[in-house]
Every structure is written in C-alpha cells, then in structure tokens.
C-alpha cells in the first residue's frame, strides 16, 4: 500500500519566512507543500512560483478558496507552478465543473474543500461525479477553535467515495495517524508544524506517526481539553486570544512562580467578613478557584487557616479582591493566593453576602462558572461560553510566538525582522 502523504500547509503571510519553514518541514518528511491561503492573499501567485522554483521535486498546493471563476483562479495558479489547486465544495457545481475542465488543460489537480458544507457526505459523492482529483475534509481554524472536529466526518466521507481523501483540522501527529488509519490518504497539517520551534522534527513525528497508523480516537471532555490546553498557557497569551482584553486590576499574586487554572466559585463579602469565603471552600470542588469580591480592603478576609484547608480540599488557588493576612505562612505553603492588599488585621464571621453570584472582582465580571487562568503577569477570566475557543485560540498565540522566539534566538534576527513589521504597519 502507498503511502500516506504529509502535506504542510504555509498558512503565514511573509513569503521569506515560508519557504524557509517549508525547506524544514521537507527534510522533516513533508511531501506536498501548500501555500495557504493567507500566504496568497499577502505574497498573491509570487508565492507559489517562488516555492516551485526552490521545490521543483515537490508537489505545491495552492489553496485558493476559490468559490466563484473557477477556470480563471484554476489557470493562474497552475501557471505559476501548482500541481494541486483547492477550491469549495461551497461553490456552484458550473463554477467546480469550469475549475476541473481548467485543470484538465492547464495539467494541474483539483481538490475540492468540504470546509462548512452543511452535508459533507451527500456533497462529496457529488464532486466525485464531476470528476475532482481529491476531497478534503476540513474543519477550519475558527470551528477548531469552538471544538469543531474532521475525524468526526471524515470515515463517512472516506466510505462514501472511491477518490483519495484529504483531512485538515489542527492535527498534530497522534490525530494524523488516526486520520490514516481511518482512510485518509492525505493529512494536512499547519500550525503544530509550521509554528514549531523546531519544524523539521515536529514534521518528522508527524511522518512516523502517519506511517505507522497508530492511534485510536477518544475524545476528552471539553472541560479536561480546557484545563489541559489552559496550563500550556500564559495569561498574556489568552490576553491576545482575547483581543489584549485586560486583566483583574491591582490583584497580584502572594506566592510568585505559582499557576492556577480551574473555574470559578464566585463570592461576595463585606470588608472583613470572612464568614462566605470560609464556605465557599466547601462548596469548590477539586480543581475549582475561589474568587472573592470584597467592599473594602482594610480588613482581611482570608488567612492561613482557610489556605490550609483549602489544600486539604485540593482548591487550585484563590482570588482576592480585597485583604489577606498571615502572608508568611501563605507563602511558606506555597499554595497560590492572589490579593489586592496584605494586611495583619482580621474581621469577624458575620455572615453577610452570598456564594456563587455575578461579581465584579478587580474590575472585570465574573460569574459561576468562568475559567481563571492566573499567573505572575496577573489574573484572567474567560466567560465560560467561550473557554475552549479561547484556550484554543490562546495556544494558537503561544505556538507563533515559540517559532518567532526561535528565529530570534537562533537566527540572531530582532523581532521587526521577523514580522517584517515595517511593511505590515498601517497605512498613514
């Protein structure tokens, strides 16, 4: 049996950068490099001359989204040196009809994208009878982003029809051979590889994975994704994720070094009443975080009693938008405490407030339920409707910002050369 191809797709916008990362990814065992999208958008069909010109034994893959000229996007491409040109399956059967005929005359292939079709198995039998070369069965990196998955529709597709199938999605080398093993004859991989420090090995895992077809698919709860995705995080990062959304203000960490990550159990106290959030510890459950809104910061409400016993209860961490005191020993635990203000004074148990309610804790909303992730940097909240699709977004933000810290690093080159900031500023 053949075997299964590894294509990288070049989704950047600086043709520099790509054709090194793709000069990587082929030593790493890549097989077709494609210029992504955004690549032909920013470089337009200079792009996919220059990675022919310098990878003349490879198949380059344009992926142009075409959904209307089919003939004339499929043309342009294949004389700038694509072998492979993708366009939607979204598109009017005339206008992929016009593309496969163009391909036909221009000797190029054509894949046809099931990217958002609303029936991806009754459409692919379709684009098979018109004749396209390959289908790819693709979840795009904002429906990634919300939990979105190929492998889910990818064996349907790949019963359905008898053309090679294609599968693209944030796949990284253990989802690549399940893909394989499924049937796909094509993965397609972006981000883990081309925003890997190192792209030739992160290609290289890929590669073996996807020639030993190991991997079996199990899906992990959507709160378990979060949290994992969460500790591979910073704050500033889901700070970007988030449109450089701002942190809880004036609320800094104890214990520095200290990462807490969990949802939240809202609290709502008066100055110095300590009576809720003592409580409250034993309404969290394992891996939750405290987070308390205090109407004043003169008097503490927490100290190292309740530290400790929120250890025994396996708390992540607390959040304090009013005073702590006993620091000393908070800090001697070690257990991650977040405040406004130290103080050695404590109130009294008067019972006043309530547990799991809206507060607005340094400034920032936060209700049942919403994700915390803190850090030295500071404290950020992710409304709970979005968590996934922000923690998804934010690791999207770690992995560019690992691959520019490597070309800094080394390639002796300064962050503006590497995001060739100056053509990119706006336009004044």
Known sequence: MEKPILQVALDLVELKRALEIAEEAIIGGADWIEAGTPLIKSEGM??????????????????????????????????????????LALSNDATIA?????????????????????????????????????????????????????????KEVVNSVSIPVATAGGLDAERAAICVSLGAKIVIVGSNIVKSRNVTESARKVREAIDKKIGEYVRKSMDDEIREILMKVSTPNVSDAMHRAKAMEGIYPLVRGKKVVGKAVTVSTMDGDWAKPVEAINVAKEGEVIVIKCSGDTTAVWGELATRSCINRKIAGVIIDGA???????????????????????????????????????????????????????????????AYEIARRALEVKKAEDRIRGEIEERGRTLADVIELYKWEKVR
């Open 46 to 87: 200079n792009a996919v001359r220059e990675l022919k010109k310098k990878f003349k034994d490879h198949k380059i893959v344009a992926d142009m989204k075409t959904i209307d000229t089919g003939a004339v996007e499929v043309e342009m491409a294949a004389k700038s040196g694509a072998d492979v040109v993708i366009i």
């Open 324 to 386: 702590v005191r006993d620091v000393d020993d908070i800090r001697s635990l070690g257990f991650p405490v977040f405040a406004r203000r130290e103080v050695p004074n404590a109130g009294e148990p008067k019972g006043f407030g309530e547990i799991n309610v809206r507060i607005f804790c340094g400034g920032i909303e936060v209700n049942p339920g919403d994700w915390i992730i803190a850090d030295d940097n500071g404290v950020m909240v992710i409304p709970k409707q979005r």
């Open 98 to 154: 016009e593309a496969i005929r163009a391909g036909r005359k221009y000797g190029c292939q054509v894949m046809v994208d099931l990217i958002n079709h609303p029936k991806p198995v009754e459409r692919a039998k379709e684009i098979e009878r018109m004749g396209a070369d390959y289908i790819n069965v693709h979840v795009g990196v904002d429906q990634q982003m919300i939990g979105q998955d190929p492998i889910e529709v990818l």
